[in-house]
């Protein structure tokens, strides 16, 4: 089972800056052919969906992030990113990256997937705006 660890939350003002990252474990050429995602949660709130990309770089987005962030990867260092622009206040949770593991080539759907979908989960990085 792929093991994934989060860095780069932290505390920033609205309309700064961060960018999240995520390193799995395991076998690159298995790593190219996951789902990535990133989510996110406040407590005794649902995890929600933020962004995810697929093996082929195809990228879906929440609503409420669409046009601030920006969801990435590098295969060949078995990573993700989540670079977050313009920050909002409402963006403070903790952010949580996620694989898909798959044997094949995994490919977007029409919208963002849910969490049930995603096998391996990091143990998060908090963000925090301050308005």
């Known amino acids: 089972e792929v093991q994934v660890v989060e860095s780069g939350g932290g505390s920033v003002q609205a309309g700064g800056s961060l960018r999240l990252s995520c390193a799995a474990s395991?076998?690159?050429?298995?790593?190219?052919?996951?789902?990535m995602a990133w989510f996110r949660q406040n407590p005794g709130k649902e995890r929600d969906a933020v962004a995810s990309i697929d093996s082929k770089g195809t990228t879906r987005y929440a609503d409420s992030v669409k046009g601030r962030f920006t969801i990435s990867r590098d295969n060949t260092k078995n990573s993700q990113y989540l670079q977050m622009n313009n920050l909002e206040y409402e963006d403070t949770a903790m952010y949580y990256c996620?694989?898909?593991?798959?044997?094949?080539?995994?490919?977007?759907?029409?919208?963002?997937?849910?969490?049930?979908?995603?096998?391996?989960w990091g143990q998060g990085t908090q963000v925090t705006v301050s308005s």
């Open positions: 395991g076998d690159r050429d298995r790593y190219s052919k996951y789902c």
């Open positions: 996620a694989a898909r593991e798959s044997t094949w080539n995994c490919y977007a759907g029409l919208e963002l997937t849910g969490p049930n979908m995603y096998s391996a």
